[in-house]
């Protein structure tokens, strides 16, 4: 496992906009595809977006036009860009990352961040 940590969520008015980003830490050799999910309570995770190593990107339709999923390599790192914000996106907001480290191949999901937006 590949300690991932997650920071930028909180609360946020109706419209507003937040950038969640994920980091990874340790040595990790190349980085496959990242995505990012989310879960709110009595319901199942879903996936939000991911973005492949080659950048291809792939949205919920709940979120296309409004999100938008970026990478850095160099900085591990994945980034969740959040516009036109809905109270349906209130969420623990998940990120996730596989790839290729020194104990092979592995994928690692983040601790969770608390994304509320008010009405």
Do not use: H
């Not at 999100?67 to 109270?87: C, E, G, H, W």
């Amino acid at each position: 496992q590949v300690p991932l940590v997650e920071f930028g969520g909180g609360l946020v008015e109706v419209g507003g906009s937040l950038k969640l980003s994920c980091a990874a830490s340790g040595t990790i050799f190349s980085l496959g595809t990242m995505g990012w999910y989310r879960q709110t309570p009595g319901k199942q995770r879903e996936l939000v977006g991911r973005i492949t190593s080659s950048g291809d990107t792939t949205y919920d339709d709940s979120v296309k036009g409004r999100f938008a999923i970026s990478r850095d390599n160099t900085k591990k790192s994945v980034y969740l860009q959040m516009n036109s914000l809905k109270p349906d996106d209130t969420a623990v907001y998940y990120c996730n990352l596989e790839g290729l480290g020194p104990q092979g191949y592995f994928a690692s999901e983040g601790q969770g961040i608390q994304v509320t937006v008010s009405s």
